[in-house]
């Protein structure tokens, strides 16, 4: 069952009712203020952490479930609606969400009116809009009343939700005309405030949450709203919201516009005030005027319309497949752009006050976003690797807006050191900037203590070599990509986190997983060592590698699969010898990839077991058989009920490693049939199983061990966005950045026989038309009408155009 549909000329996913399987969102802003907003109006926003520097209030978990948004009441004659359903749930006559791009439009009608609202942040501007169009389709005049409300947050979130003997006496506000001013702690250590403004004289308006709603009342019948009026309340502590009362007369046929402005503003700290007490209104004062007609707001929608289509344009597809096409060119570049700005921040399961950006994480995401805006990814580089510490381990998470190592989740996690040298790889291949690898980057944020990008990504090489356990495979850590295997934490007691606890720290629990990771990301260290002239390090590196690779054929291979551990006391962990957890997808996913066991018959082996075992109608699960009770060896993993997250739910982001693995064994069809299985276009038709956005990628569908397999949770901020990117746009469609040139080799199946890649790579446009046989193997190349050995366009000069003609 779906609950809308995909326009793809509009760049749009069309809801047509309120009543999803849960809220379905979007995120606006793509530079430093952000907005998260559900087809029902809901959501936040904050400007660059969505800790530290909250906007407006969200309650999650609520219920109902839309507790805090930007919301829109209409009121005429005692009945009063909202046109996005909730929170008033008054019975609409049509309705309908759009989410694009970086911006959402809502439109609901009842009784002859219909309001159209457009939410967005302007690029350039710290400031959501919100522009509200109210319609009169019926054949009498009609006044009505139309409210604006949303609830300020005291700027951080975590206080603001706890620390309520002091919030309570806290809050302050200034009004202004039309200008709701949000000025909490600006008396004090904040220089920064937020306003909420209308474009139109207000016929009332009220800051005092109590006194719009009514004490014992909820969202749904705010009493100002219900009587019609409004209070003029000026907020003292208590709960500070913003609400405009607009009285609008309609002639029939009529509409009228008005722009609503929630700003952001910094003063510097010597003008903060205008005279004692009153803020300094001048920036915001700048802000308003921008955008004090609909004309400026249909500028500034076209220029983010445009903005987009250029960064889209850098890599599409034209096929016979709409739902391949539609993800390709559309949402999945989308999701990778959302994924790289918040992390795993802030969503409808994350918070927004728990983890700030995650070392690995920040480093995968790179992957699916750095040719979209390079600039952004090497600035990302540098400051993930400015948490890195001299001994090559890192913070596992950082602030956003400070940038400094999150101490309460500490370092530890062996596995984040390599990441750092895929990301730095892949922005590299991407963009030829080899000057990034001499970039000056400090150690934990030590301005004192400093060295190069370089030899950053030699700490991180040599992290893994110092740190190798009784096999010869790496020490695990706290855990490795799968956070939930903590195989030192030993935890009796709930009040711990598995994450951080190390009740037994020992230097033998072991990770192949890692060694697989090793051998295919060592390489590039070795290429960028080779590239900058430093052969006797290359070859230091690649000795290493394929020293590597040959334990792990010893001591990693368990007769039909790769094993994913040695856990504590040196037992074996995803082995045939386990009673539970025979076989994890990790790494049969990433040793693949890596080649291990390729021209030895291993690779393929190890596939056909994920295959066999781990393979289901709704995706590939991470384990199995499922842990049925708690291991205290094995950690977190083994607390998760059969089928859910690491135990055994399908944990998309490391479906695609086995896409790839598929393709490096030369089986196309395996691969798009793993492909299509959790692509959200492909499976949109079971959205009401599904329950999450068919837009983007959740990260975890419940496994066949779960009550209902195919039901996902967690979407938005996950790798996977990342990862199926990278799956498909480089190796099912097969056309990726390599150091010296634009590597073509596609592997896909006989049912997508033609289509064509562009593709811009280094200011230069690639036209890349395939014939497919479906067959895979060694790809026949035609460039500008020459042949070519290989699979490797050459670099060509910047602003050319060139054509390949590609046969596989
Ligand atoms: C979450 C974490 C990620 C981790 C994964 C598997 O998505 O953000 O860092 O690799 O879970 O445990
Ligand atoms: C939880 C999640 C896992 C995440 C970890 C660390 O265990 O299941 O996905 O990576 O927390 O925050």
């Not at 890599?315 to 060119?329: H, P, Q, T």
């Not at 979209?372 to 807006?401: C, K, M, N």
């Not at 900037?433 to 970039?439: K, P, Q, S, T």
């Amino acid at each position: 069952m779906r609950f809308g549909h995909f326009d793809d000329s509009a760049r749009e996913y069309v809801i047509t009712t309120p009543k999803t399987p849960f809220p379905w969102i979007n995120y606006l802003g793509s530079e430093g203020f952000f907005g998260l907003v559900s087809h029902m109006g809901s959501g936040y926003s904050f400007y660059r952490d969505a800790r530290l520097r909250r906007l407006t209030r969200y309650r999650y978990n609520s219920v109902p479930n839309e507790q805090g948004g930007r919301f829109f009441y209409i009121e005429e004659n005692g009945d009063y609606w909202t046109p996005t359903f909730a929170p008033v749930k008054a019975d609409l006559d049509s309705f309908e969400c759009r989410h694009g791009l970086g911006y959402t439009r809502i439109t609901g009608s009842r009784k002859g009116i219909e309001a159209e609202l457009l939410y967005f942040i302007p690029r350039g501007h710290n400031a959501e809009v919100h522009q509200v169009t109210v319609r009169n389709k019926s054949k009498e005049k009609r006044s009505f009343k139309l409210y604006s409300f949303l609830e300020f947050c005291l700027w951080n979130a975590h206080d603001d939700a706890t620390n309520l003997q002091r919030n309570l006496s806290t809050g302050e506000v200034e009004v202004d005309g039309s200008t709701i001013y949000h000025k909490t702690e600006y008396r004090e250590r904040r220089n920064h405030f937020a306003f909420y403004h209308v474009n139109a004289k207000v016929s009332g308006f009220d800051t005092d949450r109590e006194s719009f709603v009514g004490m014992y009342n909820h969202l749904g019948e705010p009493e100002a709203v219900k009587s019609g009026t409004s209070k003029n309340t000026v907020a003292h502590g208590w709960a500070p919201i913003a609400s405009h009362r607009l009285d609008v007369t309609l002639a029939p046929g009529e509409e009228q516009t008005f722009v609503f402005v929630l700003g952001y503003i910094e003063n510097p700290v010597s003008e903060k005030w205008e005279k004692p007490g009153i803020i300094n209104k001048t920036r915001a004062k700048q802000m308003i005027e921008a955008f004090s007609k609909p004309a400026q707001v249909d500028a500034a929608l076209k220029d983010l319309k445009e903005h987009w289509t250029t960064l889209l344009s850098r890599y599409s597809v034209a096929s016979r497949d709409d739902k391949l096409n539609r993800m390709v060119n559309i949402w999945n570049q989308y999701q990778c752009v959302v994924t790289f700005h918040m992390s795993r921040s802030t969503s409808f399961f994350e918070t927004g006050i728990g983890r700030g950006m995650g070392f690995r994480d920040s480093n995968q995401d790179l992957l699916g976003f750095v040719h979209l805006l390079p600039e952004l990814a090497r600035e990302r580089i540098i400051d993930i690797a400015s948490t890195q510490f001299p001994d090559g381990s890192a913070y596992h998470q950082y602030q956003p807006l400070t940038k400094r190592g999150n101490n309460d989740i500490g370092s530890g996690f062996n596995d984040d050191p390599l990441w750092l040298i895929l990301g730095a790889a892949a922005y590299i291949k991407e963009t030829g900037d080899y000057a990034i690898l001499d970039e000056s980057v400090p150690f934990d944020n030590n301005a004192e203590n400093r060295a190069s990008l370089m030899e950053h990504l030699k700490r991180s090489f040599d992290h893994v070599l110092n740190n190798i356990g009784p096999h010869g495979l790496p020490l695990i850590g706290r855990a490795d990509w799968n956070d939930c295997l903590n195989l030192n934490c030993f935890s009796e007691t709930p009040d711990e986190s598995y994450q951080t606890t190390g009740n037994r720290v020992g230097r033998t629990a072991e990770s192949i997983f890692i060694a697989g990771m090793f051998v295919y990301i060592g390489p590039e260290y070795a290429a960028l060592c080779e590239r900058r002239g430093d052969s006797a390090e290359a070859a230091r590196a690649r000795r290493e590698v394929a020293s590597m690779e040959k334990v792990v054929l010893e001591h990693g291979w368990d007769g039909e699969w790769f094993l994913r551990a040695y856990d504590f006391f040196g037992n074996k962990v995803g082995s045939q010898e386990n009673e539970e957890g025979k076989i994890f997808i990790e790494p049969q996913g990433f040793c693949v990839m890596a080649g291990i066991g390729k021209s030895t018959g291993q690779a393929v082996q190890a596939l056909d077991a994920v295959k066999e075992r781990l393979d289901t109608p709704y995706g590939v699960v991470l384990v199995n058989p499922a842990y049925s009770r708690y291991h205290v060896e094995l950690g977190e993993i083994s607390s998760y009920p059969p089928g859910y997250k690491e135990n055994a739910g399908i944990f998309c982001h490391n479906n695609p490693w086995i896409m790839i693995a598929e393709t490096v064994v030369g089986r196309p069809e395996r691969a798009f049939e793993y492909y299509k299985k959790i692509t959200p276009a492909y499976i949109e038709e079971i959205s009401d199983l599904h329950k999450m956005e068919p837009y983007v990628y959740s990260q975890m569908i419940a496994g066949k061990d779960a009550a209902k397999p195919g039901e996902a949770k967690n979407s938005w901020l996950t790798g996977t966005a990342a990862w199926n990117f990278v799956a498909v746009s480089q190796h099912l469609l097969g056309v990726r950045p390599d150091y010296d040139g634009l590597i073509v080799q596609p592997c896909l199946p006989a049912e997508v026989p033609e289509f064509t890649v562009s593709r811009w790579c280094r200011g230069t446009t690639y036209i890349i038309v395939v014939k497919n046989s479906g067959k895979g193997g060694p790809p026949k190349l035609v460039v500008d009408g020459k042949p070519v050995d290989g699979h490797t366009v050459p670099y060509a000069a910047k602003g050319k155009t060139v054509k390949v003609e590609c046969t596989v």
